[in-house]
């Protein structure tokens, strides 16, 4: 979990120059702007850029750290997959899993599946832009870059065809896109299996992911992705997260180091695993969050407000034993960095001289 | 016109910020253009009416992220994780005593507008006339009013639900289409003030008065295609000057339901 918060901090400080360039395009645009009429409209309208590409999602792009704070600095729990619509297998997997197995050579880029951009920390910032092609600069594709990975996403949008569904399944995969007005609607295939969370709850090779892009204002960008896995899923997994424009120079470093994972002290030809039942972080949720396994395992119930009423009686009545104040992953945030330690009154951060 | 800016990379030469300027200037032009016909021929159609989405129908939540320990569960004491809560706001979150809101008759501040979106539940979207859409909740049985006429904001008293107005965001083919011709795209832009205090989770992280609330409601698939599940995606903001450093953004996802199945009007509690 550690590895999580030293990378958020990296990431955050890393690479402010990349593209720094930007002043010729923003003055031309200012001069085209300022001759527009103004849309000020009673009922709204959408801006846009042609008939083929409705919207520019072009840019650098946060995501408030106010939303899935566990998974996006101290990582996510090692038996928390509440929420997920895993099957028997996919819950039979995720507890066999072990962090070190990532120290192996041939896995040590399988965290870095698609799905990734949605979630975690390394999809806390993304930088997009369009890839043009031809004499007349056409928008073939969409890049999405987020930090620290290598590839990143390409969308499709010249209208290409997927390859066979024999084809190598790679860790790029292939995504097409198409703009439904001011949305733009990927889908991916040839995926290879890699994990959905960050312990072990991976999704298969045979599975697929829709994403759609929702630019408001210019300003913010709502990002939903739906993975459909028939090997390890009951249902979708829907994951929303919303970003916010940034600042040019903010903008991540494309060339991040891949694939970076701490040496685990594995030895050559070791597969790390846990027997069935033999996970000793099984019970992370329950001493954390009092959160019994029949939750933490996940299952497609534990997705909808129903589940609620099984947990009810059991977690009221432990709930006056609960420590009175937070000492453990009570992280917030301040001015956009994380505030780790606030678990004691007398030890949380001293309040701005604005503050009333 | 917000300003959009596109950035230098490897691949992106110096002629395609020109044309794509351009391209911008083009079609907002086209854009503006339809605006003001729409207007010229008569009143403007109702906001029911102008609805380039349809919300209305029954919704489930769908909790399937990390933050399903502070909206499935009551959080624990004193956890205020990811939310940029001041000292002030961390100080009044130690006083959280949902036995005392509950003799108070006060069991129903976790289910304010800023936070009933978050707990799991169940909504209903109705008209209730051409320019307000309605949603119910079946947990704690609120209610919200989206006004689309904001000509009555600001004259009623503050509220737990506050006032909320509405606006459509759309889009309509370019070039020259008829004004009522079926938009693209659309949303749902919602700001509410007029908030009374409450909390932004159980466990009492509280919101003052002074709190405003913006969302927009998405409508998506979860397929490529338009045969799948129908997704209501909520992107919500919460500004509270008093007890938060910066802005409180989250995201809610919600299933589209075919109808009434589950819908499980429970009272607000304070505690769960």
């Known amino acids: 979990m550690a590895s999580h918060h030293s990378r958020f901090q990296a990431a955050h400080h890393a690479a402010r120059t990349v593209f720094g360039r930007v002043t010729s395009f923003a003055t031309v645009l200012a001069l085209t702007s300022a001759a527009l009429p103004p849309l000020v409209v009673a009922q709204g309208v959408a801006q846009g850029i042609s008939q083929a590409q409705p919207s520019n999602l072009s840019g650098a792009w946060v995501s408030p750290p106010t939303n899935n704070v566990l998974e996006r600095l101290e990582g996510p729990f090692t038996d928390d997959w509440t929420g997920m619509p895993m099957n028997a297998a996919g819950q039979a997997l995720a507890q066999s899993y072990s962090a070190g197995m990532l120290a192996e050579p041939e896995r040590v880029c399988q965290l870095y599946g698609q799905f990734h951009y949605a979630n975690g920390a390394v999809g806390t910032r993304l930088t997009i832009w369009p890839v043009v092609e031809g004499s007349t600069d056409e928008i073939v594709a969409w890049k999405i870059d987020k930090t620290e990975d290598i590839g990143g996403l390409t969308i499709w949008v010249d209208g290409r065809q997927a390859p066979s569904k024999y084809a190598n399944h790679t860790r790029e995969a292939f995504t097409t896109g198409h703009w439904k007005g001011n949305m733009l609607v990927a889908y991916t295939t040839g995926m290879k299996s890699a994990p959905a969370r960050d312990n072990g709850a991976f999704y298969s090779d045979q599975a697929t992911m829709t994403s759609t892009f929702i630019p408001h204002n210019g300003n913010l960008l709502v990002v939903v992705t739906s993975l459909h896995d028939p090997v390890y899923f009951t249902k979708p997994y829907v994951y929303s997260r919303a970003y916010e424009r940034a600042a040019a120079d903010t903008a991540i470093n494309p060339r991040w180091p891949p694939c970076i994972v701490n040496y685990e002290g594995v030895a050559e030809g070791v597969v790390p695993f846990f027997l069935p039942g033999k996970n000793p972080l099984r019970d992370q949720m329950m001493k954390v969050f009092h959160v019994p396994e029949y939750a933490s395992v996940g299952g497609e119930d534990t997705m909808f407000p129903a589940f609620r009423d099984k947990l009810k009686d059991e977690y009221l009545k432990l709930y006056p034993s609960f420590p009175k104040h937070c000492m453990q992953y009570c992280t917030t945030f301040r001015n956009g960095n994380p505030v780790a330690n606030q678990a004691l009154p007398e030890e949380r951060v001293p309040p701005l001289k604005s503050s009333p | ?272």
């Not at chain 2, 086209?30 to 989405?53: I, K, N």
């Not at chain 2, 506050?162 to 459509?168: E, L, N, R």
Request: glycine content about 8%; hydrophobic content about 35%; some cysteine.
């Open chain 2, 1 to 272: 016109m917000k300003q959009v800016s596109v950035m230098r990379n490897p691949v992106m030469n110096g002629t395609a910020p020109v044309a794509l300027a351009l391209l911008v200037s083009l079609t907002a032009q086209t854009l503006a253009h339809a605006q003001g016909r729409r207007g010229a021929g008569g009143p403007p159609p109702s906001a029911q009416a102008a609805a380039p989405v349809d919300f209305t129908g029954y919704w489930e939540s769908m909790v399937t992220d990390e933050d399903w320990v502070y909206r499935m569960v009551t959080p624990r004491p004193g956890d205020s994780a990811g939310v940029p809560l001041k000292t002030i706001g961390l100080q009044v979150m130690d006083t959280w005593d949902p036995a005392k809101d509950t003799a108070a008759g006060q069991q129903c501040k976790s289910y304010g507008a800023p936070t009933i979106m978050r707990v799991p539940g169940h909504l209903h979207v109705t008209w209730q006339d051409e320019q307000t859409l309605k949603i119910d909740t079946d947990a704690g049985q609120q209610t919200r009013l989206l006004h689309f006429d904001d000509s009555d904001a600001h004259q009623g008293p503050k509220s737990l639900q506050g006032y909320s107005v509405a606006q459509w965001e759309f889009q309509r083919p370019p070039g020259r289409v008829a004004a009522t011709a079926k938009p693209l795209w659309g949303a749902l832009k919602v700001t509410t003030t007029d908030l009374t205090a409450g909390y932004l989770r159980k466990n009492g992280i509280p919101y003052s008065e002074q709190a405003q609330l913006q969302e927009y409601f998405d409508l998506v698939k979860d397929s490529p295609d338009d045969d799948g599940e129908t997704l209501m995606i909520l992107t919500s903001t919460v500004i509270d000057p008093v007890y938060l450093f910066e802005p409180f953004v989250t995201d809610e996802n919600f299933l589209k339901l075919p109808g009434d199945a589950g819908w499980k009007p429970s009272a607000c509690s304070a505690m769960w």
